[in-house]
């Protein structure tokens, strides 16, 4: 079955870095538009990026233009998001996603961004 595990969040200062991952099973990465979505205490769950199937085109929210990056390896069917220049208004649970505005999601990564 689809299965996807996040991992790689914690505590940073602001100005850090972090790099997330995505642990993709029961499907192939690199055939789907994946997608990261983040949700900090009382708002909605926001989207943050994505990166087509083809992996040619990647886009972002414009809070995070600039200082996030996604990726993926194929050949570890893992995708990566990749945070720098962290705002403590970058706090939130990061989830993946297998698709965009719908399909399935992984159980969340907590960052949090604090001196």
């Known amino acids: 079955q689809v299965q996807l595990m996040e991992s790689g969040g914690g505590l940073v200062q602001p100005g850090g870095s972090l790099r997330l991952s995505c642990a993709a099973s029961?499907?192939?990465?690199?055939?789907?538009?994946m997608s990261w979505h983040r949700q900090a205490p009382g708002k909605e769950r926001d989207l943050v990026g994505y990166?087509?199937?083809?992996?040619?085109?990647?886009n972002y929210a414009d809070s995070v233009k600039g200082r996030f990056t996604i990726s993926r390896d194929n050949a570890k069917n893992t995708l990566y998001l990749q945070m720098n220049s962290l705002k403590p208004e970058d706090t939130a649970v990061y989830y993946c996603?297998?698709?965009?505005?719908?399909?399935?999601w992984g159980q969340g990564t907590q960052v949090t961004v604090s001196s």
């Open positions: 029961g499907f192939t990465v690199s055939r789907q538009i």
């Open positions: 990166i087509s199937s083809t992996g040619a085109v990647t």
């Open positions: 996603r297998r698709g965009l505005n719908y399909g399935d």
